[in-house]
């Protein structure tokens, strides 16, 4: 057994590296955490800020997502994950592993705005709306890059598609992928890989995204 664990919310961004370790295919354990219990002491020694993913792997934590998904690719990539230095799709993969963290940004802002904030008083539309225009705007970047390709590098599936294919997995609660053919197709087929499906919560865990959709309040 390998000495890999991965600590893990689910429908949280630590989906990403959960559906990256299945892709890699090593053994591994999950530590699920609750979002409400990660400022417990014991696991504010792995992640100073109490958030997810971190990953232990025998003496190495890591602690942002991005930094993990290099650090799988780099030491266990079974051989098409990974986009190494002096690889022709090095720059392009190295862009969309950071590009991930960009909608990262617009996703917290309105799981903010629409769940963790819990009085309707204290949400902001203006906020609702400006993050879900900057959200489409991302989708419209993966839309042109996308093009008739089934993944976002010539080559095929890569780990930067666990990164996107993680945000355009929760984009789809606050925006209409419709005006997005490429995009809607690109989900359609991550959603068909077998490890994609074993990163989706597990039947009765407490899930993040309770509606299919959050349009923005107050309509
Ligand atoms: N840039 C960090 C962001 C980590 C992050 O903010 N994770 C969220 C879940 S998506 C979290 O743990 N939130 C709990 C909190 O802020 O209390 C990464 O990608 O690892």
């Known amino acids: ?7 893990h ?16 295919g090593l053994p591994f354990r999950v530590v699920t955490h609750a979002l409400s219990d990660l400022r417990d002491p ?35 990539d079974p051989g098409m994950l990974w986009r190494w230095p ?24 309105l799981t903010q705005q629409h769940i963790a904030i819990r009085e309707d008083r204290d949400r902001s539309p203006v906020v609702m709306k400006l993050e879900a225009r900057r959200l489409e705007k991302c989708l ?26 993680y945000g355009v997995h929760v984009a789809r609660h606050f925006v209409d992928l419709s005006p997005y053919p490429a995009v809607a197709a690109y989900h359609a087929r991550i959603e068909g890989r077998a490890a994609f499906r074993r990163s989706l919560p597990q039947e009765g865990a407490p899930r993040i995204y309770s509606r299919p959709f959050y349009a923005i309040w107050p309509g």
């Open 86 to 109: 002096g690889h022709a799709d090095r720059a392009a993969w190295l862009q969309w592993l950071h590009f991930a963290e960009t909608m990262g940004q617009h996703l917290a802002a």
């Open 140 to 165: 419209g970047v993966i839309e042109s890059a996308l093009g008739d390709r089934p993944y976002l590098l010539p080559g095929g599936f890569t780990a930067v598609d666990t990164g996107i294919g």
């Open 42 to 76: 014991e696991y504010l020694a792995i992640h100073p800020l109490g958030r997810v993913p971190a990953l232990v792997d025998g003496p190495v934590t890591l602690f942002e997502s991005g930094a993990i998904c290099e650090y799988l690719c780099e030491q266990y």
């Open 9 to 24: 919310c689910p429908e949280s961004r630590s989906m990403r590296s959960l559906w990256l370790l299945h892709e890699i």
């Open 1 to 7: 057994m390998s000495g890999i664990v991965l600590h």
